[in-house]
Every structure is written in C-alpha cells, then in structure tokens.
C-alpha cells in the first residue's frame, strides 16, 4: 500500500482506535511535553525474523506516531554481536515495509552510538554512580539477594574514581578476557526491584560485531544502551512490551543520570503495553530459532511459522494483519489471542478481492459418454462474485472431466449431496450429469465413473432450472494444468505449547500432520500465468497463494486458510 493511503487509513481510524497509549500521547500533546512532537521508534534486536507479535508493535508504533503528526524510527538495538546477523537486518527492513511502513531516513542501530555510550559511561564513573567490579557472573547473582532477601555490596563497589576509569580504558583496550570484568551501576543493593541491585551496564566480549568489526572488546547491556538512543534520537514515547515493566526505574535512572545533548527539551518515557499472545503457536524467538537449527520447519520463512515472512510467504496480505492488530486492541494485561481469529482476518479479506478458481486436489476421472468426442465449451464464470469489477473468464468443458475423489460415494450415508451411483449433481458453471458407472482397479479402488450430462441443464437449457441437490468444481482432463499444492495446518497440537510440564518441552507437542503434500492436484489453465504470491480462493477448498517454489513448468500452491474455521471443529471433536 502506498504510504499516503495507509497514511489516511491510520487517520481516519483516529476516532475509533483510542487506547491507553493513545490516550497518554493525547494528553501529552495537550500539555505541551516535548514540545508537543511525538516520536517513536520500533527497536528490533537483529538476532532472528520478526513474528506476528512483532507486527503488533511495528502498527502501534508506526501507527501512533501517524495517527498523531509524528515520526518514527526504525533502530536496530544490536548490542550483542555473538547472535547478530546482517541476514536478520535484512529480513526487518523487509517485514517493515511489507507491513506498508516508512522510517525514510531515520534508521538507526545502537552500535551508531557505542563511542557516545561509553564517554557516557565514563561519565557516570566520575559521577560516582558506577564502577568496574572483578566478581564472577556466579558471585553477581549470589550477591545479588532474592525477591526476599537485600543484595550484598560488592567488595569492589568503593573503588576511587581515578582506578575505575582506569579499569574501564583498560578494557576497552582489550587487555582483558571474557568475562573477568564488568562496569557496573552503583545504585541500591537494597532495592525491592532486583533490576536496580547495582546493574551490569558494559562486558568484555571480544566479538566481531556485524557493524563495527573487532573495533570494541567490550559491549553495552540492552538496558543502558536502549534508553540512551532514545534519548540521543529525541524519542518521545518509548512503547514497549510488558516483560519491561520492571526495567523501567533502570530505564528512568539513566535517563536522569546521564547529561545528554537535548535533556532540556526532550525527556524520553517508557509506556509498556500487552504483547500478543496466539493461541497454538510459539512466539519466543529462541525456539523459533530452535525449529529452524533442528530443521523442524524448512526455514524462517516456513509457511507453518508465525514470523511475518511465514506468514507472508504463505499468503496472508498485509492488510489482514494491520487490521488483525487494529482489532486486538492494546491492552495493560497479557492475554491469549485465538489463532482463529487472526484467520477470519485474511477470510474478510481475501473474500473481497481472490479470483474465484476451480482447483481438483484428489483427482477422480470423470468420462461424459453422451458428450461429443474431441468438443470443447467455453464455460462463462465469475471470479468474484464480491467485486462488481472483477469480471469474468472462460473455462473449458469437454468430455473429460475431473472431480474430487470425496464428491463420490458408492454407498453414501444419508443427507450426502454429491455424485453417487445413479445420483446427479450440477457442475458449477457447467451442466447436470448422472453416473451410469463405476470403474474400479484391482484393488477394488475407483478410479474412474461414466457419467451422462443433461444438455439442456446448461444455463439458457430448456432444463436449466431442474433442481439437483449437489454442484461440485471440476477441470477439463484436456486442458488441467498439474499442480503441487501444499497443505498447512497449525504446528503444535495443544492451545499453549509453551505450557511445559511433566518434563515435556513445546517440541513434544508438535503436530505430525502439519504439512500435507498433494502432488497430483489439477487446476483450471487460467492459473497457468500465475505468478508467485497471487491468492487465489478455490472453490469449495479454500484460499491458496502461489508459493515462492514454484516455476514456469511447475505450480505451487500454499493454503493459506480453510474457507471456514474447520481446526476450531477438528479440536472439538477431539
């Protein structure tokens, strides 16, 4: 979508979409704080692809800072080289922009700033308010205390501010291995919250950063490195996720305690909002790193994982999940979001502008005997019968047919409207036809049926309005082009797979039936100029894209959503 028209689309939603952050920005701007600007940032750390939750904060930052005649950034926190890859940078800027979203010249990485970061650091040094201690990471947590008992000093917290700086330089020099120091935060060993007992602000790690090389052996903590480039970048909200609720006071501690360019003006704050939360996914990026390093999935990008490429390359458009995070509101408490309902997102919009198609997956040969050998109809058929633009197409109807193998039963049950021996249906855009016979192997499998068509059943037929109980989508033998078309459903089989118990990890909960391949399906040759990633809805099966594999001499087809909610059913019948 082109930025002006997402531009009106968040501005005409400024009186429906009030939340709590909104609220807080509305009376902000009202006072006057900050001059009155809002800014904003989405602040990515670059050690894997953003998933759906990452989406919702990508639209509530991107989104409140339209929505209010503000900017914001795009700023990657890559202040832990050892997990950081110029892949998962790449792959950011691209779901950011997919999403419809524009940082224009504001992108940023923490690394911009790491000279500043540490002349600040320095600066808290002969401030007093910080120190470089030589206990181990073990003695760090021991002395540290619980949520029960106060923290210890460290017998190195009352070193001068003359050998602390000297420590420090020293370790930006390298001289010292991993781990042997670390610069700390003097603030209170006391402290209910365990995030100010004297908080680690930089490590020695020699690491080659994917930015910066080997120019720094030492690196700065996520949270002394995250509110300082936002208060370097004129950040006005900070809008986070709820696990940093209490990291605030450490945000807002140094915040106060270091003087940086602008502290007069601009006074960044943090405001923590619910993280989404879905119903049979995962959404921790360390096991989703997981699926990926143990080949559980086939990559990032696997159509069955909830990262924005997944979901992308699966078919989902990025209007569905714009209007998915509008719909699920901003909230103070965590919840769960059902997966179905993410999914009646891309329903409502697929069903307004996917093409109409007829696609057979399981193939069974159907022979017309009374149809004129070697003829061919041009059958007249809508491809969307929800957009009075959308037009209409040809479709070929000749002798041989195919259906789907489940539209015919030799011995139905009851209240079955489909082809049966004897029985009729109405082929969708076509005619009546009738069985006569049932072919079998010798296996005693059926594997083809001799039908008669009613010629005077096609529309304009003196026969047209006979009514049959059953219509089923075919596709012409003769002109059927082959396709694969690939079949997913969710990855794990339970509502919370990150619920582990009884010595069982998320890995045990997956779903042995989330992919199914069908190679042998059939499609109308309309689709036969298909490019990768159109969506499609194919009649009576659901909505599919065509997938990233697929070539000129070979379709590809993802499902990307059953036509109603069947796995909500499926578990209830369970």
Request: aromatic residues 10%; charged residues 30%; proline residues 6%.
């Amino acid at each position: 979508m082109q930025e002006d028209t997402l531009s009106h689309e968040i501005m005409s939603e400024e009186n429906t979409a009030t939340n709590f952050i909104q609220a807080i920005i509305t009376e902000d701007v009202k006072e006057g704080k900050n001059g009155g600007k809002v800014h904003t940032r989405f602040p990515p750390e670059p050690n894997g692809y953003l998933h759906i939750g990452h989406a919702k904060s990508i639209c509530l930052n991107f989104g409140s800072a339209l929505r209010n005649h503000g900017i914001c950034n795009l700023r990657f926190d890559d202040t832990n080289p050892s997990k950081e890859d110029v892949e998962y940078v790449d792959s950011i800027q691209e779901d950011v922009r997919w999403l419809g979203f524009d940082w224009e010249d504001r992108k940023f990485y923490a690394s911009d700033y790491f000279e500043k970061l540490y002349q600040f650091a320095e600066q808290l040094i002969v401030k007093g308010k910080a120190f470089v201690c030589d206990l181990s990471p073990e003695e760090i947590r021991a002395y540290r205390g619980t949520l029960t008992e106060p923290g210890k000093n460290s017998p190195y917290r009352e070193r001068s501010v003359e050998e602390n700086l000297d420590l420090f330089r020293r370790m930006r020099a390298g001289e010292f291995p991993d781990g042997l120091r670390v610069l700390r935060a003097k603030i209170d060993m006391a402290s209910p919250n365990l995030n100010m007992r004297d908080p680690v602000l930089y490590r020695i790690q020699h690491a080659s950063h994917h930015r910066t090389g080997n120019q720094w052996p030492i690196y700065p903590m996520y949270d002394y490195a995250h509110p300082l480039s936002d208060a370097l970048e004129g950040i006005t909200h900070s809008i986070c996720t709820l696990e940093f609720a209490d990291h605030r006071p450490l945000y807002d501690w140094v915040i106060e305690n270091v003087d940086y360019p602008g502290k007069e003006t601009v006074r960044p704050r943090q405001y923590e909002f619910a993280r989404l939360n879905l119903t049979y996914t995962v959404m921790s990026k360390r096991k989703l790193r997981l699926l990926v390093e143990e080949r559980v999935v086939h990559g990032w990008d696997d159509p069955r994982m909830p990262t924005i490429s997944g979901l992308r390359r699966r078919g989902y458009t990025p209007e569905s999940i714009r209007e998915f995070c509008e719909q699920i509101g901003v909230a103070k408490r965590d919840s769960t979001v059902a997966l179905s309902f993410l999914e009646s997102c891309i329903r409502s919009d697929l069903n307004l502008h996917a093409p109409r198609v007829m696609a057979v997956l399981r193939p069974l040969k159907v022979i017309l005997t009374n149809y004129p050998a070697g003829q061919t109809e041009w059958m007249e058929a809508e491809n969307n019968p929800e957009d009075p633009d959308s037009g209409s197409r040809k479709i070929p109807f000749t002798r041989e047919l195919y259906i789907e193998q489940e539209d015919f039963m030799e011995e139905p049950p009851k209240k079955f409207f489909r082809l049966k021996p004897g029985g009729e249906i109405r082929l969708k855009h076509g005619y009546i036809i009738q069985c006569q016979e049932v072919i079998k192997n010798e296996a005693g499998e059926v594997v083809e049926l001799h039908c008669t068509y009613d010629p005077e059943s096609k529309t304009g037929g003196a026969t047209a309005g006979r009514k049959v109980k059953g219509t089923s989508h075919w596709v012409s033998a003769e002109y059927a082009v082959p396709a694969e078309v690939r079949l997913y459903d969710t990855l794990f089989l339970s509502e919370n797979p990150e619920e582990e118990n009884e010595g069982k990890t998320f890995l045990d909960d997956l779903n042995p039936h989330s992919l199914e391949v069908l190679t042998e399906c059939k499609v109308e040759p309309s689709l036969k100029e298909a490019q990768k990633g159109d969506r499609f809805q194919f009649l009576r099966q659901g909505y599919f894209a065509v997938d990233l594999d697929a070539t000129p001499e070979k379709l590809v087809f993802n499902r990307i959503v059953s036509l109603k909610d069947t796995w909500a059913k499926q578990q209830k019948k369970n």
